[in-house]
């Protein structure tokens, strides 16, 4: 896709799309997410390709900060409740245009980021609202390397995916 090429910013939601979306609280009400480790390598490969990420979530939580520390994002935004708003702001800025932006989500607060950007990206189980408003609609499920798979995509786009491994970028 021609407009994969301009992406310099990708903005991510984070339940839904870098989980499965379920909260698990044990009985002293501590919350346990699940991150997937191919999510966590695509980030990586586009940070180290010069491709921003910005970690946009209507839900504040720890485990999402310590993700992004680990991943090596450092803009994170949690508790956010106009996405589109907080997009613009950001893109100003950073001094990017919309069409060089691209954002992937899940549900419904997530439209207001898909008015902001050049790419709509939903994961395959987004909410039936969201698929329709989405140019692209991943194969897989949000938690379960949806992420990944856009992170290829414009890598592929861009003429920066690896032929021969990734070798200066270290886990996911």
Same mark, same amino acid.
């Given at each position: 896709?021609?407009?994969?090429?301009?992406?310099?910013?990708?903005?991510? +939601?984070?339940?839904?799309?870098? #989980?499965?979306? @379920?909260? #698990?609280?044990?009985?002293?009400?501590?919350?346990?997410?699940?991150?997937?480790?191919? +999510?966590?390598?695509?980030?990586?490969?586009?940070?180290? *390709?010069?491709?921003?990420?910005?970690?946009?979530?209507?839900?504040?939580?720890?485990?999402?900060?310590?993700?992004?520390?680990?991943?090596?994002?450092? +803009?994170?935004?949690?508790?956010?409740?106009?996405?589109?708003?907080?997009?613009?702001?950001?893109?100003?800025e950073k001094g990017i245009v919309r069409?060089?932006? *691209?954002?992937?989500?899940?549900?419904?607060? +997530?439209?207001?980021?898909?008015?902001? #950007?050049?790419?709509?990206?939903?994961?395959?189980?987004?909410?039936?609202?969201?698929?329709?408003?989405?140019?692209?609609?991943?194969?897989? @499920?949000?938690?379960? *390397?949806?992420?990944?798979?856009?992170?290829? %995509?414009?890598?592929?786009?861009?003429?920066? %995916?690896p032929k021969n491994g990734f070798t200066?970028?270290?886990?996911?």
């Amino acid at each position: 896709m021609k407009r994969m090429e301009k992406i310099r910013l990708l903005f991510v +939601d984070v339940d839904g799309v870098l #989980t499965d979306g @379920r909260i #698990t609280l044990d009985e002293k009400g501590k919350e346990s997410t699940s991150f997937h480790v191919k +999510d966590g390598l695509g980030l990586k490969m586009l940070l180290s *390709a010069g491709i921003q990420v910005v970690i946009l979530t209507g839900r504040a939580s720890a485990a999402v900060a310590q993700r992004a520390r680990e991943l090596g994002i450092a +803009d994170i935004y949690q508790g956010s409740g106009d996405k589109g708003a907080l997009c613009r702001q950001i893109l100003r800025e950073k001094g990017i245009v919309r069409e060089e932006a *691209a954002a992937i989500g899940d549900d419904l607060p +997530d439209l207001s980021m898909f008015m902001e #950007t050049g790419l709509s990206i939903a994961v395959a189980d987004a909410a039936e609202e969201v698929r329709d408003k989405a140019e692209l609609v991943t194969r897989s @499920r949000g938690g379960h *390397a949806a992420v990944r798979e856009v992170c290829e %995509w414009i890598l592929k786009c861009q003429g920066k %995916w690896p032929k021969n491994g990734f070798t200066h970028v270290s886990g996911g």
